[in-house]
């Protein structure tokens, strides 16, 4: 693809990515790297992080870590002074923190409640906007192609799962921020897409190993292609969701 604007083509592409230190996180991480994006690393391990960022530096990209844990606004504002610091834009801003837990309405404790959204959806609220100016920037110097943020949603945030309710929630609170920054932001360049998997075969879904086998599981690769593949992309495509459901008889099979 051709930028439209005369340096858009020679300024080196960057990347934003939350909840990097593992799983698809990490995959995201990797194949952006790969695919020739700098990146700023996130997460709250730095020991993780920098073993990460060391193997990734081998592929000539730029490669920085920022410690933050995503239930502090301060931590998350300062993230996206970090990446605007080190690069001169981002066009790609990836939404993958997460936390969650299970349990039935009727008796699931507020503080477990009150974390998922401050770290599921609050947190990526607060960072969209922290991150909107360099986004809009990075977009109107390269209208060809544009700035994009892509948000690790869940299949439970489409379609409940017994259990998950809080989780639930705070998943299609994403998939709706996606759409609001889509109606507000896209004609200017700015676009998200919300990427909605079933169970990802990663540490957060190991408690449900009991009942399904990992190797039935997504791979945590297969949604990092869907994040490059969004890179690819003119600004004329705006992808408001994606969902990705495991093999099965069942349309919506998380």
């Excluded at 931590?75 to 001169?88: C, I, K, N």
């Excluded at 705070?170 to 996606?178: Q, V």
Aim: charged fraction near 20%.
């Amino acid at each position: 693809m051709t930028d439209q604007v005369g340096d858009g083509a020679s300024q080196p592409r960057s990347a934003l990515v939350t909840g990097a230190s593992r799983g698809i996180g990490r995959a995201i991480a990797e194949q952006l790297a790969a695919a020739g994006l700098n990146l700023t690393l996130s997460g709250r391990d730095i020991g993780t992080l920098e073993t990460l960022a060391r193997d990734l530096a081998r592929t000539g990209r730029d490669i920085q870590v920022a410690v933050a844990d995503m239930a502090a606004e301060q931590d998350v504002r300062g993230l996206a002074r970090r990446h605007a610091d080190r690069f001169s834009g981002v066009d790609m801003l990836v939404l993958c923190a997460g936390v969650g837990t299970s349990g039935p309405i009727a008796d699931y404790p507020m503080r477990r409640f009150d974390r998922q959204i401050a770290v599921n959806l609050r947190a990526p609220f607060v960072l969209v906007q922290e991150c909107l100016p360099l986004l809009r920037r990075t977009a109107a110097r390269q209208p060809g192609r544009g700035a994009r943020i892509a948000a690790i949603s869940s299949i439970t945030g489409v379609v409940s799962e017994a259990g998950l309710a809080a989780y639930g929630a705070t998943k299609a609170g994403l998939i709706s921020l996606c759409q609001s920054v889509n109606v507000e932001e896209s004609a200017s360049g700015v676009s998200a897409t919300a990427i909605s998997p079933g169970y990802v075969d990663t540490d957060m879904s190991t408690w449900v190993h009991d009942r399904i086998d990992p190797a039935e599981m997504i791979e945590p690769a297969d949604i990092a292609e869907l994040v490059v593949a969004l890179t690819r992309l003119s600004s004329r495509a705006v992808v408001p969701s994606m969902i990705v459901s495991r093999p099965g008889e069942t349309q919506w099979r998380a």
